[in-house]
């Protein structure tokens, strides 16, 4: 069975997240989504970009960052929660083994 696959237009994510045009140029220009196509008017975003789009509005209207800057947060933000997900990881890797030290 093959995965369906859908894609957002420029116009379809302006109106989905309720943005400019110009703000989602920027945002693409700093590197925080990478949609498909060499141009505005060819781009396609995958569906998943809408919520990192608005996650990126919101820091950049709440804390009032440059583009640049919310890219950067962004990024923060990723490498903190891969962080967690690995100490997680590690922590019960460790209580496994000393239960079966204990055990």
Do not use: K
Request: proline residues 4%; aromatic residues 4%.
């Amino acid at each position: 069975m093959s995965e369906i696959t859908y894609y957002l237009t420029l116009t379809e994510l302006t109106q989905s997240v309720r943005v400019s045009t110009d703000t989602i140029v920027s945002i693409v220009d700093c590197g925080i989504v990478e949609p498909r196509g060499d141009q505005p008017q060819q781009w396609l975003f995958e569906p998943q970009m809408v919520q990192l789009v608005q996650r990126a509005c919101r820091l950049q209207r709440d804390l009032e960052l440059d583009w640049p800057a919310v890219a950067l947060a962004l990024d923060l933000i990723e490498d903190l929660q891969r962080l967690r997900e690995e100490n997680q990881r590690l922590r019960r890797q460790l209580a496994c083994m000393m239960d079966m030290e204990g055990g």
